[in-house]
Protein backbone atom coordinates (compact mmCIF):
# COMPACT_ATOMS: atom_id res chain seq x y z
CA UNK A 1 0.00 0.00 0.00
CA UNK A 2 1.53 3.60 -0.97
CA UNK A 3 0.90 6.36 1.51
CA UNK A 4 -0.60 8.81 0.20
CA UNK A 5 -1.01 11.26 3.06
CA UNK A 6 -2.86 13.57 0.88
CA UNK A 7 -6.22 15.95 2.08
CA UNK A 8 -9.49 13.52 1.36
CA UNK A 9 -11.39 16.58 0.97
CA UNK A 10 -8.60 16.87 -1.88
CA UNK A 11 -8.52 13.81 -3.64
CA UNK A 12 -12.11 12.07 -3.54
CA UNK A 13 -14.87 13.64 -5.35
CA UNK A 14 -17.30 15.36 -3.28
CA UNK A 15 -21.25 15.14 -3.35
CA UNK A 16 -23.52 17.30 -1.61
CA UNK A 17 -27.20 15.73 -0.94
CA UNK A 18 -29.18 17.57 1.69
CA UNK A 19 -26.66 19.05 4.24
CA UNK A 20 -23.93 15.72 3.57
CA UNK A 21 -21.26 15.85 2.45
CA UNK A 22 -19.68 12.87 0.18
CA UNK A 23 -16.32 11.66 -0.45
CA UNK A 24 -16.42 8.90 -2.90
CA UNK A 25 -13.81 7.56 -5.20
CA UNK A 26 -13.18 9.80 -8.60
CA UNK A 27 -13.86 6.34 -10.59
CA UNK A 28 -16.93 5.63 -8.76
CA UNK A 29 -19.16 8.61 -9.46
CA UNK A 30 -21.92 6.90 -10.78
CA UNK A 31 -25.76 7.18 -10.65
CA UNK A 32 -25.79 3.77 -9.02
CA UNK A 33 -23.20 4.90 -6.36
CA UNK A 34 -24.77 8.25 -5.87
CA UNK A 35 -28.16 7.32 -5.31
CA UNK A 36 -27.19 4.17 -2.84
CA UNK A 37 -25.25 6.67 -1.03
CA UNK A 38 -28.37 9.20 -1.50
CA UNK A 39 -30.53 6.40 0.45
CA UNK A 40 -27.66 5.36 3.05
CA UNK A 41 -28.14 9.04 4.43
CA UNK A 42 -31.66 8.76 4.50
CA UNK A 43 -31.89 5.27 6.04
CA UNK A 44 -29.41 6.44 8.74
CA UNK A 45 -30.69 10.00 9.51
CA UNK A 46 -27.28 11.48 8.10
CA UNK A 47 -27.33 15.30 9.07
CA UNK A 48 -30.87 15.32 10.07
CA UNK A 49 -31.85 16.58 13.23
CA UNK A 50 -33.51 13.51 13.79
CA UNK A 51 -30.28 11.62 13.71
CA UNK A 52 -26.12 11.10 13.31
CA UNK A 53 -24.43 14.56 12.75
CA UNK A 54 -21.67 14.18 10.33
CA UNK A 55 -19.65 16.32 9.07
CA UNK A 56 -18.21 14.21 6.21
CA UNK A 57 -19.32 10.96 5.25
CA UNK A 58 -16.86 8.83 3.27
CA UNK A 59 -17.62 6.23 0.80
CA UNK A 60 -14.50 5.22 -0.72
CA UNK A 61 -15.48 1.68 -2.51
CA UNK A 62 -12.10 1.59 -3.98
CA UNK A 63 -10.59 2.18 -7.32
CA UNK A 64 -9.59 -1.02 -9.46
CA UNK A 65 -12.14 -3.32 -7.24
CA UNK A 66 -14.73 -1.63 -5.62
CA UNK A 67 -16.15 -2.90 -2.49
CA UNK A 68 -19.62 -4.65 -3.57
CA UNK A 69 -22.84 -2.67 -2.30
CA UNK A 70 -23.95 -3.29 1.26
CA UNK A 71 -20.21 -4.53 1.91
CA UNK A 72 -18.84 -0.86 2.29
CA UNK A 73 -16.37 -0.14 5.32
CA UNK A 74 -17.69 3.41 5.77
CA UNK A 75 -16.36 6.39 7.92
CA UNK A 76 -17.44 9.38 9.12
CA UNK A 77 -15.90 12.54 10.14
CA UNK A 78 -17.94 13.96 13.40
CA UNK A 79 -15.64 17.47 13.88
CA UNK A 80 -15.20 20.54 11.53
CA UNK A 81 -11.83 19.31 10.53
CA UNK A 82 -10.07 16.26 10.05
CA UNK A 83 -6.25 16.68 11.64
CA UNK A 84 -3.93 16.11 8.83
CA UNK A 85 -2.69 13.10 11.12
CA UNK A 86 -5.58 11.23 10.31
CA UNK A 87 -5.18 11.88 6.41
CA UNK A 88 -4.13 8.27 6.12
CA UNK A 89 -6.95 6.61 7.70
CA UNK A 90 -9.30 7.80 5.39
CA UNK A 91 -6.85 6.33 2.57
CA UNK A 92 -7.13 3.00 4.30
CA UNK A 93 -10.88 2.67 3.49
CA UNK A 94 -10.45 3.28 0.34
CA UNK A 95 -7.83 0.38 0.46
CA UNK A 96 -9.46 -1.76 2.56
CA UNK A 97 -12.93 -2.15 0.44
CA UNK A 98 -10.66 -2.56 -2.69
CA UNK A 99 -8.68 -5.07 -1.17
CA UNK A 100 -10.95 -7.02 1.53
CA UNK A 101 -12.02 -9.85 -0.61
CA UNK A 102 -8.47 -10.47 -1.60
CA UNK A 103 -6.90 -10.16 1.50
CA UNK A 104 -9.41 -12.06 3.49
CA UNK A 105 -8.59 -15.57 1.16
CA UNK A 106 -5.19 -15.20 2.42
CA UNK A 107 -5.41 -14.11 6.05
CA UNK A 108 -8.29 -14.43 7.74
CA UNK A 109 -8.91 -16.25 10.81
CA UNK A 110 -10.47 -19.48 10.91
CA UNK A 111 -14.18 -18.58 11.38
CA UNK A 112 -13.82 -15.19 10.86
CA UNK A 113 -16.26 -13.00 9.08
CA UNK A 114 -15.32 -10.81 5.98
CA UNK A 115 -16.69 -7.86 8.30
CA UNK A 116 -14.66 -8.94 11.30
CA UNK A 117 -11.65 -9.27 8.99
CA UNK A 118 -11.77 -5.64 7.86
CA UNK A 119 -12.56 -4.43 11.47
CA UNK A 120 -9.48 -5.53 12.77
CA UNK A 121 -7.10 -4.27 9.85
CA UNK A 122 -8.24 -1.01 9.78
CA UNK A 123 -8.22 -0.82 14.01
CA UNK A 124 -4.49 -2.06 13.23
CA UNK A 125 -4.12 0.78 11.04
CA UNK A 126 -5.68 3.40 13.05
CA UNK A 127 -2.92 2.27 15.49
CA UNK A 128 -0.12 2.57 13.53
CA UNK A 129 -1.10 6.18 12.50
CA UNK A 130 -2.44 7.07 15.97
CA UNK A 131 1.09 5.68 17.86
CA UNK A 132 3.08 8.39 16.75
CA UNK A 133 0.35 11.24 17.85
CA UNK A 134 -0.54 9.34 20.95
CA UNK A 135 -0.62 12.60 23.03
CA UNK A 136 -2.94 14.09 20.66
CA UNK A 137 -5.54 10.62 19.51
CA UNK A 138 -6.69 7.72 20.75
CA UNK A 139 -8.44 4.88 18.77
CA UNK A 140 -10.32 1.86 19.65
CA UNK A 141 -13.02 -0.67 18.75
CA UNK A 142 -15.89 -3.39 19.43
CA UNK A 143 -17.66 -5.48 17.63
CA UNK A 144 -19.13 -2.85 14.73
CA UNK A 145 -16.79 0.04 14.72
CA UNK A 146 -13.24 1.60 15.28
CA UNK A 147 -13.10 4.82 16.31
CA UNK A 148 -10.05 7.40 16.79
CA UNK A 149 -10.78 10.74 19.44
CA UNK A 150 -8.73 13.41 20.81
CA UNK A 151 -6.75 11.88 23.86
CA UNK A 152 -7.78 15.12 26.17
CA UNK A 153 -10.99 15.89 25.29
CA UNK A 154 -12.07 12.40 24.16
CA UNK A 155 -14.11 13.78 21.26
CA UNK A 156 -14.55 11.51 18.47
CA UNK A 157 -12.95 12.72 15.46
CA UNK A 158 -13.43 9.73 13.70
CA UNK A 159 -16.17 7.14 13.20
CA UNK A 160 -15.41 3.49 11.02
CA UNK A 161 -18.14 1.14 10.35
CA UNK A 162 -20.37 -1.27 7.65
CA UNK A 163 -23.81 0.36 7.54
CA UNK A 164 -26.58 -1.75 6.76
CA UNK A 165 -27.28 -1.00 2.52
CA UNK A 166 -30.75 -1.80 2.33
CA UNK A 167 -31.42 -0.46 -0.98
Same mark, same amino acid.
Given at each position: #? $??????? &?????? @? *???????? @???Q? @?S??T?????????? /??? $??????????F %? %?????? !???????????F?? *??V????? +? =??????S? !? $?????? #???IN? /????????? @???????D??? +???? %?? =???I? &?? &?? *???????? *???????????L? &???
Amino acid at each position: #M $NFISRNP &DKTFSK @V *TYKEAQIL @VNAQD @VSGETISRVRALCDQ /HHL $NTNAGFKCKRF %Y %YLRGIR !WQAPYGQVLTGFLE *TEVLPSEL +F =EIVHCLSF !W $NQEAQR #MYAINA /HQGETLQNF @VLRCIAADCRA +FVKP %YA =ELFIT &DR &DE *TQVWVSHR *TTEERILLIQFLE &DRV
